[in-house]
């Protein structure tokens, strides 16, 4: 499982790097998005400061729908999901590689936006291992929701439009318990408030990625 | 009369009915085809022949019938089977992103094959030098079926699925598949070839199907003819097709 | 030939079952109706709006735990191998469908229910934010099963989301709730809709989630058979297009009988086959038997 797993994920960045996508179109998009939010709440600093944890994480968000969208589309073509189902792949391995591809991205569109964050809202770090923590724990679960939900979806004319509608409900425990955390670590917060939520954030990660692992195969095969 | 096979036939499908939503692809198809044997099915378009291959692949379910290849069932046994079947469909299966060495590779590897083989797969198939590093959004329609059969090389399944292989390949292109379908049956391995071109198929199958309508309609047997000059094979191979009565080789490599 | 097919008819017991749980529920309905307005006192605080209270938590009992509980259960028994059914899956969209009604009742009863006493027809309070992200995913339910599938594959989707979302219910749960009590700023509203109950209030509440189980139930069963019917009337088009499709065969076959097949000219032909269904053809006559649009081996 593993080693499909690597595979599959070196094959998913591979095609990354060459068509760099993600770089190109999701990021950029993150970045809009941040500007757009700017534009709705206004120049008072202050209020886009309070307001920059859920900001930045509503970004992610949608990106992650990107994201996932952008990984979905790459079997689409030639029939490679079928390749895939023929050449044997575990399902398990086939689910994290990809999921794991998905994260990579992710990572580094956190990045670009915290720095974006900090820059455009004025956003103060206190505790930067408390954000840290939230983007990684976060990510992963974006990820796995992300991939289950995009074979789910895969098949289906209509996945443009009904992915994000299925997706976003599904995460939106990472929404809140990302924006509580960035809370926690900006100006004033305590890692206690925290904490609490992070148990949260790998509760989920474990029930989506534990689902992912088991149901995949199935899922590929209705698709 | 041949000793009874103990072990299960490639392929084996009895009242096979598969659907697709409320559309019917096949309606009660009954085929068997022996190990080692290679079948030509043949039928008008839209006959069900595509669906059939996908069928004996595992990636259509049955609604009702059985189906087994190598004694297992395809969709719900898929581990133990999938790494022994290889389709050809008409899709190529291709990243656009990656060049044909790195499909060729991340196909072969996924589906468990050696990587060393993968070089002798390229240079029969011509995939070598400035074509080898072309990625795969460049390929024509033919070459992109080149890869797809290298890869087919490197991993050498049991089973060969080939969907209208000839399809789109030039003449150079139509002998190499030729002379490979051959050593594969030499080989011991089963091949099924959906074709309505059976022109191209020439001599290399010995029992012809026809589907029509989704279900086996006719059958025939064809005797192992000398090769045409139109589809001459390399001389190497005309020795091993030959005077083999029936055409059924009966060992196993 | 096929026109005189008629669907799979409800028997006597099961169609005297259904009226019979219609009429409890009306008269329940009816019951609490009658208790609520006129019988039972109004609240020292609230006024009258309490009444509102025979409606309200029933409604929202019914909408999360039932219907949403037995869609997810139905929905793993279907994924469950041994239990696969297509009456699991049948029964999990009705119980969506119906839970989607009585989430929208619950939602605007709450609202009607917290202008007067809050000022404002929403509040993101625990259990409104949780209900609001229940219809939603119901709503993403509905909408993945209106797509045009065969019934197998739109089942086994179906239920994948509706597992997903019944994991994601209780996390969202525990995040709705800490996102209340733990946020730093203070709740000036007081999210408590719940007047103290005691005497004829008790007793008419009480009637009022019986009653409106009943409701439930019979909705689930009536838009059950609904769905019985629809799947009946696509495995009848299944039928004539099997037909359709071998009949094709056959035609194709003495027409194009030149096609592709002379070319080689070796070996004698074979005749094509006559086309009346043989024995070793499947028969079609199994699934309009069976009266279920399932494949016969794996119908229940």
């Known amino acids: 499982m593993w080693r499909d797993t690597l595979l599959v994920a070196g094959k998913d ?31 008072d600093r202050t209020r886009m400061a309070a307001g920059a944890p859920g900001l930045f994480w509503l ?53 670009v936006l915290g720095v974006g964050v900090v820059l455009l809202y004025g956003a103060r770090i206190t505790t930067p291992w408390l954000i840290v923590a939230s983007c990684l724990l976060g990510t992963l679960g974006l990820a796995a929701t992300g991939t289950l939900y995009g074979a789910l979806s895969a098949g289906l004319r209509v996945r443009e439009t009904l992915l994000p509608f299925l997706l976003l409900p599904i995460a939106a425990p990472v929404l809140l318990a990302g924006t509580r955390i960035w809370q926690a670590g900006m100006a004033g917060g305590t890692a206690a408030d925290g904490s609490q939520w992070l148990r949260l954030l790998v509760v989920f990660d474990a029930v989506y990625l534990a689902l992912g692992v088991v149901v995949y195969g199935p899922i590929q095969e209705s698709a | 009369m041949a000793p009874p096979d103990p ?152 089973l060969w699925l080939l969907d209208e292989p000839h399809a789109g390949l030039d003449a150079s292109a139509r002998s190499v598949l030729n002379s490979l379908v051959a050593d594969a049956a030499a080989s011991g391995a089963s091949v099924v070839i959906a074709s309505h071109e059976p022109e191209f198929v020439g001599s290399l199958a010995t029992r012809a199907v026809t589907v029509t309508g989704g279900r086996v309609t006719a059958e025939r047997r064809i005797a192992a003819a000398p090769a045409e000059p139109r589809d001459q094979p390399p001389a190497a191979l005309v020795a091993r097709a030959d005077g083999v009565p029936g055409g059924r080789v009966a060992h196993v490599a | 030939m096929s026109a005189t097919r008629v669907p799979p008819p409800l028997s006597p017991r099961a169609r005297w079952t259904v009226r019979s749980i219609g009429a409890a529920a ?145 996390i969202d749960h525990f995040s709705v709730l800490w996102w209340r009590t733990l946020h730093q700023g203070a709740t000036v509203l007081n999210p408590d809709l719940s007047p103290t109950i005691h005497g004829s209030m008790a007793w008419t509440l009480l009637i009022s989630f019986l009653s409106l189980t009943l409701v439930f139930v019979w909705m689930l069963l009536v838009r059950y058979r609904i769905g019985v019917l629809e ?70």
């Open chain 3, 26 to 170: 009306a008269v329940g309905m009816a019951l609490t109706v009658w208790l609520g307005l006129w019988v039972t006192p109004p609240d020292q605080v609230q006024g009258n709006l309490v009444r509102l209270v025979y409606i309200h938590p029933g409604v929202a009992w019914v909408a999360l735990y039932l219907a949403f509980g037995l869609a997810a259960v139905a929905s793993l028994l279907y994924l469950w191998p041994r239990t696969r059914s297509l009456f699991w899956d049948r029964l999990a969209a009705a119980a969506v469908e119906v839970g989607v009604v009585f989430n929208v009742c619950t939602l605007v009863s709450g609202s009607i229910w917290g202008r007067p006493t809050w000022g404002v027809y929403w509040a993101w309070d625990a259990r409104l934010t949780l209900t609001a992200i229940l219809l939603v995913l119901f709503l993403g339910y509905i909408a993945l099963r209106r797509l045009p599938a065969d019934p197998e594959k739109r089942a086994k989707r179906s239920a994948f989301v509706c597992l997903f979302a019944a994991v994601d219910i209780p």
């Open chain 1, 13 to 43: 960045l591979r095609i990354e790097a060459r068509s760099r996508v993600a770089l190109s179109q999701v990021v950029p998009f993150g970045v809009v998005a941040l500007v757009l939010f700017a534009f709705a709440l206004g120049p």
């Open chain 3, 231 to 300: 799947d009946w009337l696509g495995s009848g088009e299944l039928d004539v297009a099997l037909r359709q499709r071998q009949a094709e065969g056959s035609s194709a076959g003495t027409a194009d009988g030149a096609t592709g097949t002379d070319a080689l000219g070796t070996g004698p032909r074979e005749p094509v086959p006559s086309l009346v269904p043989t024995p070793s053809s499947p028969d079609p006559a199994g699934v309009v038997a069976a009266g279920h649009p399932a494949v016969p081996e794996r119908a229940r």
């Open chain 1, 59 to 111: 970004a992610v968000l949608f990106c992650a729908v990107l994201a996932v969208q952008r990984s979905v589309a790459v079997e689409s073509v030639d029939g490679a999901r079928d390749g895939l189902r023929l050449s044997g792949l575990d399902p398990a391995g086939l689910f994290l590689g990809k999921a794991s591809a998905i994260a990579a991205q992710l990572i580094v569109l956190e990045v």
């Open chain 2, 7 to 158: 072990s299960p036939p490639a392929v084996f499908l009895r009242h096979a009915v598969a659907l697709s939503g409320r559309f019917p692809l096949l309606t009660g198809v009954d085929l068997t085809v022996a190990r080692g044997e290679t079948v030509l099915i043949e039928g008008p378009n839209g006959a069900g022949k595509t669906s059939l291959l996908r069928v004996c692949a595992g990636l259509v379910p049955l609604s009702s019938g059985r189906v087994a290849v190598f004694g297992l069932d395809p969709v719900r046994q898929s581990n133990g089977v999938r790494r022994r079947i290889g389709l050809l469909s008409h899709a190529s299966h291709l990243y656009d992103d990656l060049s044909v060495r790195e499909n060729i590779r991340f196909a072969v590897r996924a589906a468990g094959g050696e990587v060393a083989r993968i070089e002798d797969a390229c240079a029969r198939l011509g995939l070598t030098g400035r074509l080898a590093k072309t990625t795969a959004a460049k390929l024509s329609a033919g070459q992109r079926r080149r890869v797809a059969l290298a890869v087919l090389v490197a991993r050498w399944p049991e």
